[in-house]
């Protein structure tokens, strides 16, 4: 890939976390494929952001890179599953039923602002980063679909939102046996043990898992 291909990547993250795609046409909205991409850089540059956590749990070399790319399947896997809640809920709500691949290449999408997540490093700032970038993403999330599904504003808003709503409760009744798996997969990629709260799995929450040893260091010592 050379410069001038990279950079017109680039330009595709921002067309779409600006939504210049519903704003000029002939943009057209991502396909599968790179909206696949998408959603991987976005989760890849999520951990970046919190890649103190990786450097407090040792994580170095190929692991460091196993554990990145594990954080942007992981980002990919949970949109993938809010698409299918949203593919189901939203075509009685909108009265318009849009072909699977495309809502999954539209939710994908949607991650397009989650791809500057590595700015959350920022000290201080980095917590209100984190939010903005949540909330950029949930408002692409509503325009696209509306876009996409030639609906009105407030149809897929609802849409979005009781998927939203699905996804929450999904993260409460199936939030421990997700927990431990995910934790299982982060001990086998980077070696170390996990504290991960099962209820943020499948809430959205970013895929970093505390270590434990991290998690110690953080603990504050008793006075003396």
């Known amino acids: 890939m050379g410069f001038v291909d990279f950079f017109g990547w680039l330009m595709t993250i921002w067309d779409v976390a600006s939504l210049r795609v519903i704003e000029d046409p002939s943009l057209g909205l991502p396909g599968l494929l790179t909206s696949g991409l998408i959603a991987l850089v976005a989760g890849i540059s999520t951990l970046l952001g919190h890649c ?28 993938t599953i809010q698409a299918l ?9 909108t009265q318009h039923r849009l072909h699977l691949a495309e809502l999954v290449s539209v939710t994908l999408s949607s991650t397009a602002p989650l791809a500057y997540g590595f700015l959350v490093f920022i000290p201080y700032l980095g917590v209100l980063i984190g939010r903005i970038l949540q909330g950029w993403s949930a408002v692409c999330l509503w325009l696209l679909v509306m876009a996409a599904m030639d609906t009105t504003w407030w149809q897929a808003l609802i ?15 199936l939030g421990r046996p997700a927990g431990l798996l995910a934790g299982k997969v982060w001990t086998l990629v980077t070696g170390h043990p996990t504290m991960l ?13 505390i270590g434990r040893a991290a998690a110690a260091s953080t603990e504050p010592r008793p006075a003396r």
């Open 159 to 173: 849409a979005t939102g009781l998927a939203w709503m699905i996804m929450q409760l999904a993260s409460r009744l």
């Open 85 to 93: 809640i949203l593919w189901v809920v939203a075509g009685p709500i």
């Open 52 to 79: 103190a956590i990786l450097f407090i749990n040792r994580v170095r070399g190929l692991r460091f890179v196993a554990v990145l790319i594990v954080g942007g399947l992981f980002l990919t896997l949970l949109y």
């Open 197 to 209: 709260d099962p209820k943020d799995v499948l809430a959205g929450t970013p895929f970093v898992p």
